[in-house]
Each structure stands twice: as C-alpha cells, then as structure tokens.
C-alpha cells in the first residue's frame, strides 16, 4: 500500500544556517503533497503545499521540491530560526480524493 | 481567525470508561477527518466525512470507536469502552469546499486521552 517516510528522525542546525528536510513516498500516482509543522502540545500546522505538475515551490522562507523521478520531497527552510524548532511531517495524497497519509515526522532543533 | 476547536483538551480517564471527543470544524468546511497520534505510529487515519456522510472509517476499530457529525458544526469520537492501548492526542482537522478531499487541512489542537 502507499508509504510516506523521512530519510532523517532528527536534525540539528544552526541558528541562521539552511535546513532541509527530506521525505520518500513510495505511490507513484500520488499527485499532492504537503507539509505540515507540528510544535510541542499543538496540532500541524501548513506550511506549504505541492501538485505533482510542479517541481518547486516557493514560500516565505520556506521553499519545497518535488522530484517525481525518484519520488523524493524536500522542505527547505532558509536562516533557521529558533521558533522553526518543531517536528516537520510530510503527507501525501493521490487518485484526487483520498486523505492525506502522512509521514513519521522529522524533528528539527536549532542550535542557538 | 478561523480555527477548528476540539474539546476537551485533556481526558484522564479508567479503563472501561466511555469517551467522547467533540470537534467544531472551521464554518464552511465540508470535510472533517480524524486522526490518531502516538510516537509509535505516528498519525494515523481514523475516519472522514464529506458533507457529514462518512466516507471512510476503516482506520478505526468497530468494536469500540464510533464517528458521527450530527450537524455541520459538530463532529464526534466516541471510545466505549476505551482501554489503556486507546491513550494518544487525537486530531479533528477539517478541509475546504473543494470536490477533493486532497487539499489542505486545518487541525485542532487535539485531545490528549490518557487511559488508566
């Protein structure tokens, strides 16, 4: 059945350096992609959203890719900051109207 | 600012008791979905509903969870009776007017249900 995993459980940065968090789905027909951050006690929150008739996406400070070739996503936060510190959970859809499956989540901390 | 509210935010309860969750989606929104957390499994898919009709529910067990949205302004979980393995933050999030249900979702701030 479809999948969604993240390559990395944990990530560590700097303050003010790049993050990027990936993320491997394995349905090749899955056509939407999302992101969502999740703080401690709180529930996800969207960040940024992608179909699959794009490759990128730009977002204030935040920015997705999508390679469909080998079925791979990416969030990319530029100069993290502190209240970037959350677990970061990508999610997929397909077929235009199944729910949206979700990945296990990365945690993000930055390093002050 | 629109917001989907799910009560209570915390259930401390024994087993054996019976559970209800309430979520109010975001006005307008005509898909609500609700999902189960833990560290273990992440979050899983429990049931949806588009216009109040449930369209998928096999993410819950039938023995003991129900769903239902009397109205459009309210949607319930039940657990009864709920057991220890029932414990984890469960999440309301409802979605747009769209024909797909493939689009952004909005999430409450989840119920944590502890059972004893």
């Known amino acids: 059945g479809e999948s969604v995993g993240l390559h990395l459980p944990t990530l560590s940065v700097q303050e003010g350096d790049n993050s990027i968090i990936n993320c491997a789905y394995s349905n090749s027909a899955s056509d939407y992609f999302i992101w969502y951050k999740q703080e401690s006690g709180k529930g996800p929150q969207f960040i940024i959203d992608?179909?699959?008739?794009?490759d990128k996406r730009q977002g204030q400070r935040v920015t997705v890719l999508l390679n469909k070739t080998v079925k791979h996503l990416s969030l990319q936060i530029a100069a993290t900051q502190p209240g970037d510190s959350a677990v970061y959970f990508c999610a997929e859809s397909y077929s235009g109207n199944t729910p949206l499956v979700f990945g296990k989540g990365t945690r993000l901390s930055v390093i002050a | 600012d629109a917001r989907v509210t799910q009560t209570p935010r915390h259930k401390v309860t024994e087993m054996g008791q019976e559970v209800t969750m309430r979520c109010q989606p975001i006005?307008?929104?005509?898909?609500v979905f609700w999902y189960r957390q833990t560290m273990m499994q992440g979050l899983e898919l429990l049931a949806y509903?588009?216009?109040?009709?449930?369209?998928?529910d096999s993410g819950m067990p039938k023995d003991r969870f129900s769903a239902e949205m009397p109205d459009a302004t309210l949607a319930t979980l039940k657990i009864q009776p709920s057991e220890p393995r029932d414990s984890a933050v469960y999440f309301c999030a409802s979605g747009g007017d769209r024909t797909t249900t493939n689009e952004k979702l909005f999430f409450g701030s989840g119920t944590q249900l502890s059972v004893l």
């Open positions: 006005l307008g929104h005509n898909t």
């Open positions: 992608i179909r699959s008739n794009m």
């Open positions: 509903f588009r216009n109040r009709a449930p369209l998928d």
